[in-house]
């Protein structure tokens, strides 16, 4: 289906880019694209005005503080994260990037887009919660941080809210982390997907694809059958769809999670 006609705006600062979004009701940022641009094909989004961030370079790039923090530009794409020596300071950032999709889709799709569309399929919002990261959010009254699990608010819902633009994902240092996935085919999105992170003690388990946003579990201690027994006491309610039912997807969640602690154990050790 082709796109209706839409107002292009290209900004030349970010400030030009927040003042657009917050002018126009009607105003969606664009990113890489690989969302946006096809739920407007599916005419399941009609934005009066497209603010095209492409542009600016100061939404891009990864940074290594002397501490072990990441700052990551919202525009970073996953290629970027992927081939980054920086953001090998935590190694798993980019051994998920690179499960996402397919080339195509990892050269134009960014950090900044794959978190603020919070699909509940998407690789990234459970793993930027398990890692502990933080989200500064640029408005017209200037910027705020929200922590990860606080960012994701429901399905297509986060804290930016209108008239607001991400602009940087920080991750703290650590490297004891673990991802473990189902995926539909070799490139699609995940049935179940859950990311864990340990800091010397209990860990900080992630599960994805089960609700509206990332559902963080916090078991007692890293052993297989503490991680089945936190998840399981969570009370995941997945829905029914083709791909799978929810009592299986349940089942998954506890798997992957015991599967993604000891890949961050394996790590740790």
């Known amino acids: 289906m082709l796109l209706r006609e839409v107002e292009y705006a290209r900004p030349a600062s970010v400030g030009d880019a927040v003042r657009l979004l917050a002018e126009r009701d009607g105003a969606r940022a664009l990113a890489g694209g690989q969302t946006l641009v096809n739920v407007m094909k599916a005419r399941a989004a009609s934005p009066d ?59 134009r799709g960014t950090i900044g887009g794959n978190v603020c569309s919070n699909d509940p399929t998407n690789h990234l919002p459970p793993l930027v919660v398990a890692l502990g990261g933080t989200m500064t959010i640029r408005g017209t009254g200037g910027e705020r941080t929200v922590p990860a699990e606080e960012f994701f608010l429901g399905v297509y819902m986060t804290a930016a809210g209108p008239g607001e633009l991400l ?27 859950v990311a864990a992170s340990l800091d010397g003690g209990a860990p900080r388990v992630v599960v994805g694809c089960v609700d509206a946003v990332p559902v963080l579990v916090r078991p007692e201690s890293a052993e297989d059958d503490a991680v089945r027994g936190a998840v399981r006491a969570a009370g995941l309610q997945p829905p029914d769809d083709v791909h799978a039912p929810a009592e299986y997807r ?17 790590r740790a050790s």
């Not at 920086?86 to 950032?93: C, F, G, K, M």
């Not at 490139?187 to 997907?193: A, K, L, P, R």
């Not at 349940?250 to 394996?266: I, N, P, S």
């Open 49 to 107: 005005v497209v603010v095209d961030l492409n542009g600016l370079e100061e939404l891009k790039g990864i940074e290594l503080g002397p501490d072990g923090t990441l700052e990551i530009g919202a525009m970073t794409t996953y290629t970027e994260i992927v081939e980054s020596a920086e953001a090998r300071a935590r190694p798993i950032l980019g051994e998920v990037c690179a499960q996402i999709a397919d080339v195509q889709v990892r050269n």
């Open 167 to 193: 602009t940087t994902v920080t991750i703290p240092a650590g490297k004891a982390d673990g991802f473990a996935s189902l995926p539909i085919g070799r490139d699609g999105t995940c049935i179940v997907n």
């Open 250 to 266: 349940r089942h998954l969640a506890e798997v992957l999670a015991v599967r993604a602690v000891r890949a961050a154990k394996e």
